[in-house]
């Protein structure tokens, strides 16, 4: 299925599916279960209901700080999201994958469970981040992207409104189970309280960011060491 770019605020995310996506399902399980039988799971510091897989500080030879679980399970599947990160970025920027090599420099596991919430935040030191959803139980809470603020007065005014009418405080996008969403990392969203997930089902997610790798201009070549 191809990605669906879609407007909101003066920014642009783009939602989608992979077309083999059930092939990943056993290997996201497996991370998981890797990740929590191995001690590298740990909870949130700011509720104790939300637990996500460690990030070791450490790259391997593919550039990825990541835990053992998704390194051993889940580098094709980052592969292919990779590809859909490149689409994305050819849409949102005009950047040609045959010319910008995209690298996911680091991903992670969460899962919230019934009370358990994040934060608003945003990604630092990259330039595009993806949450894949891999259980969404009924009625969960949804991530939550919030308007980013621009003002520059007095060089410049810039007021969102008077471009599009998909300019809100935040949007919700309704993702469904399997399902990805690409956004710029400078973008804050966050989780609300969870108040569902009563019948002992988390609400579980893949995330991950990326960093260009690698970018050929008309007048130089950048490259990533």
């Known amino acids: 299925m191809p990605i669906a770019v879609q407007p909101i605020f003066p920014t642009l995310i783009a939602t989608g599916q992979l077309d083999n996506y059930r092939r990943y399902r056993p290997d996201l399980n497996k991370a998981f279960e890797e990740d929590k039988q191995s001690g590298q ?26 835990s053992d679980g998704i390194k051993n399970n889940l580098k094709g599947f980052i592969s292919d999201l990779t590809k859909e990160v ?4 050819y849409f949102n920027y005009g950047i040609d994958k045959s010319r910008c090599d995209w ?39 949804k991530t939550r992207f919030h308007r980013p603020h621009c003002d520059m007065r007095p060089t410049m005014s810039f007021e969102a409104d008077r471009y599009h009418d998909g300019n809100f405080e935040y949007v919700i996008p309704n993702m469904a189970k399997d399902t990805f969403i690409v956004f710029p990392s400078y973008l804050h969203h966050e989780v609300p309280i969870m108040t569902s997930g009563k019948d002992g089902k988390p609400r579980r997610t893949f ?15 950048l490259e990533l060491k």
């Not at 490149?86 to 970025?89: D, L």
């Not at 596991?109 to 139980?137: A, C, M, R, V, W």
Request: proline fraction near 5%.
């Open 41 to 66: 799971w740990i909870t949130n510091t700011v509720s104790d209901k939300a637990c996500h897989s460690l990030c070791p500080n450490e790259k391997d030879e593919d550039g990825l700080n990541a």
């Open 86 to 89: 490149s689409r994305f970025a």
């Open 103 to 141: 690298l996911c420099n680091v991903a992670w596991l969460n899962e919230i469970e019934n009370g358990g919430f994040q934060y608003k935040h945003n990604h630092t030191n990259s330039f595009l981040s993806l949450i894949y959803y891999l259980d969404t139980p009924p009625d969960e809470a």
């Open 207 to 221: 995330a991950c960011n990326f960093i260009p790798n690698r970018i050929d201009t008309s007048s130089y070549i």
